[in-house]
Structures are given as structure tokens and as C-alpha cells.
């Protein structure tokens, strides 16, 4: 079983949608959950992160963070053609000083 | 100055050739990493430097030789490569002074061995 698993996709919704993208985790040494943004041909970038189970809100963007159920969610409001990109959800172990990268997923917003 | 470089962006090599990829970071930042990246794959991790002292992920095939000259600066050293080592080379840096260890990316060199 992958220490991280994350919902496929790929995504494609029209402009102005909800978009969610969802990970699950194994290891509860995890204590950061990052999100990840990349663009085709480029390398990703940090969008944000949570420490606590709960929601952190960034502009459009929501992350959410269920440690009991090991769940962890990216929310986009009133989603942009600009967002189309790849969405890597990756929780970090700070002791080991390492990231675990979910699979990501590809989300295609058309307007 | 929060941008990590890499150099050069795209190289096309030969299975018998030897060849580098540069990364270089101004942040001062002490912890850098090599990633491997496949087409519709995360990022792999192959090599971190932290403090200058390395880690290596076993996997990684000895054709593979990270160098880190000082702590701006860290090297891959390519030799004798596969056409399967084709691939997005990321480079990271990382504050190991905060919590959160939030990693820096580089754009990536695209490395298509013949």
C-alpha cells in the first residue's frame, strides 16, 4: 500500500466550478500537509499547507486536513483556466526531513 | 530572492556521455535535493543534501553522482546513462530552519538520453 494515494482524475470542469481534490495517507508521522501546484513543463510549486486537522483558506484556494480519517482536500472556488494544472498533495515528516508525493491530479478548467 | 535555477533546461545525451546538471540557490537555504520526475508521475527523490552531508535513496543507480561544492550549489553528474533515465530533473532547496521544511523548486532540466 502507498503511504499516499491520491484521486486520479484527470478533472475537467468549466470555468467558475467547485473544484475538489482529495488524498488519503497511511503514516501518522506526517505532520504538514503541502499542496503543490505544476504546470506542464515546469516544476511544482508550494501553494499552501496546514499543520492541524481543519481548514486554512487562501484566496480562492481551501485546504482541509481530517487527521483522524487521514484525509486531505484542496478546495478551488470560482475555478480559473489559469488553474489548469497538476495538483500534487504532499505530506511531510519533518523528523525524516522528507515529502511523500501523491500520484496528483490533472485538472483542466475550460472556459 | 526566493528562486531556485537550474541549468541547462534541456539536454539530449548519448548513452556513452558524461554530463552535469546545475542547481544554484541564493535563499540560504542548507538543505538541497535531486528529484526524478517521469511524464503524469510525482517527483522521485533520488539525493538530499543537508548541511552539505548526503543522503542517498539506495535505488538510485550509480550513474547517477550528486556533488554539492558548498551550500548554494549542487551538482548531478551524469555517466553512462540509460535511455530510460530520460526524464524532468528537479532540483529543491529547503529552509531546514523552519517546521515545515517548504521545498523550492527549480524548473527542471529535461534530459532525453539517445
Known amino acids: 500500500q502507498k503511504e499516499v494515494e491520491q484521486d486520479p482524475g484527470p478533472l475537467s470542469v468549466p470555468e467558475g466550478a467547485i473544484v475538489s481534490l482529495n488524498c488519503t495517507y497511511s503514516?501518522?508521522?506526517?505532520?504538514?500537509f503541502m499542496w503543490y501546484r505544476q504546470y506542464s513543463r515546469k516544476g511544482p510549486e508550494l501553494l499552501m499547507y496546514?499543520?492541524?486537522?481543519g481548514n486554512k483558506e487562501d484566496g480562492r484556494f481551501t485546504a482541509q486536513v481530517d487527521k483522524s480519517s487521514k484525509y486531505i482536500s484542496l478546495f478551488i472556488r470560482d475555478s480559473q483556466p489559469s488553474d489548469s494544472a497538476t495538483y500534487l498533495c504532499?505530506?511531510?515528516?519533518?523528523?525524516?526531513?522528507?515529502?511523500?508525493f501523491g500520484d496528483g491530479t490533472t485538472l483542466t478548467v475550460k472556459p | 530572492d526566493t528562486e531556485v535555477t537550474q541549468t541547462p533546461k534541456h539536454l539530449v545525451m548519448g548513452m556513452t556521455n558524461k554530463k552535469s546538471l546545475k542547481c544554484e540557490q541564493h535563499?540560504?537555504?542548507?538543505?538541497m535535493y535531486w528529484y526524478k520526475q517521469k511524464a503524469k508521475k510525482p517527483p522521485e527523490l533520488m539525493f538530499v543534501?543537508?548541511?552539505?552531508?548526503?543522503?542517498i535513496n539506495e535505488s538510485v543507480p550509480s550513474r547517477f553522482s550528486p556533488e554539492c561544492p558548498n551550500s548554494s550549489l549542487l551538482n548531478l553528474h551524469l555517466h553512462a546513462l540509460q535511455p530510460e533515465d530520460s526524464a524532468l530533473y528537479l532540483c529543491?532547496?529547503?529552509?531546514?530552519?523552519?517546521?515545515?521544511?517548504?521545498?523550492?523548486f527549480g524548473p527542471g532540466t529535461r534530459l532525453t538520453v539517445l
Open positions: 504532499a505530506p511531510h515528516n519533518t523528523n525524516a526531513g522528507k515529502s511523500t
Open positions: 503514516n501518522s508521522a506526517f505532520q504538514y
Open positions: 496546514t499543520y492541524s486537522s
Open positions: 535563499m540560504g537555504h542548507r538543505a
Open positions: 543534501y543537508s548541511y552539505e552531508k548526503l543522503s
Open positions: 529543491a532547496s529547503a529552509d531546514t530552519g523552519s517546521s515545515t521544511d517548504t521545498q523550492y
